[in-house]
């Protein structure tokens, strides 16, 4: 883990709710897809917001990354004004990313809501590199929402349900594929949906890897404000860093 100053090369607003972030850091080391950076959201000169803010690392392209980000706060408006030729500091790569499975036979669903498309488009990038088979399902609420370019960019396969138009992706487009036809699904978004997805998915497909958005302290495992029930006892895994990443079996969530 490091912290660094990087360099902001663009903020560009992707879509009426997101934007992506790219930043210049040539000393961060190779991310793991699935693993996040600490984004200190406020200038030098200010206190607040006091605690920095987890985004994952959509993208790592050699001295490059991109964050994507939608804004809801404090944290994510300054990060919103944040402007080519400015600095933001950083500190990553953190937590424990979507295993690697260097199996080119397997075939991968990938299940993303809202901001989970951070979580998950690099593994999708990933995956299609490898030449393995991957397919994503992308669930949006507003058609207003949907960060076409984004998706285009990538060159994998991909459904975008809309949640105003079609309603869950239980309803449209995870009814409409042949489930046992896919031995992993890959799940980031908001809560409530990756419990309905991975649950929805659970029977018919034997590796199910969900990636927590839960709210976090510090990120590195020295504040305990990330708990996640595990599903063996009463114990807790730390969601900054035994995950975000978690087999959907091993937590209850
Ligand atoms: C591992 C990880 C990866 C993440 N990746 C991304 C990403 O790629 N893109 C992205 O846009 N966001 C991502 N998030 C969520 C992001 O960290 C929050 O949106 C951000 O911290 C909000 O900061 P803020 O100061 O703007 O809003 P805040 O003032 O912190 O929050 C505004 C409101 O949203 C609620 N809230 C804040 N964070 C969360 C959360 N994580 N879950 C549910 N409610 C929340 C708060 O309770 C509050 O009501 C990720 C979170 C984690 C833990
Ligand atoms: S966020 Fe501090 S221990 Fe996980």
Redesign the pocket.
Known sequence: MLELDAAVLKNEQVSSSFFVLTLECAELPNVSPGQ?VQVR?RDANENA?FLR????V?DQRGSEID???????????HMSRLRTGGTVSILGPL?QGFPSRPNSESKTLIVAGG?G???IYYLAKSLAAQKQSVEILYGVRFRHEIASSLLDRLGVPYQVVVEDEHGYMTDKGLPERILSEYDRCCICG?TPMMRAVADYVSEAIPAVEV??????GCGFGICYTCPVKRSDSELFYG??YDG?VFQYESIAL
């Open positions: 996040f959201c917001p803010r987890p985004f994952s959509m964050l994507v980000y939608k804004v809801i706060g404090p944290g994510t408006t937590g901001t498309l951070g979580g908001p990636s927590l958005e839960e709210m976090m969601a900054c975000p």
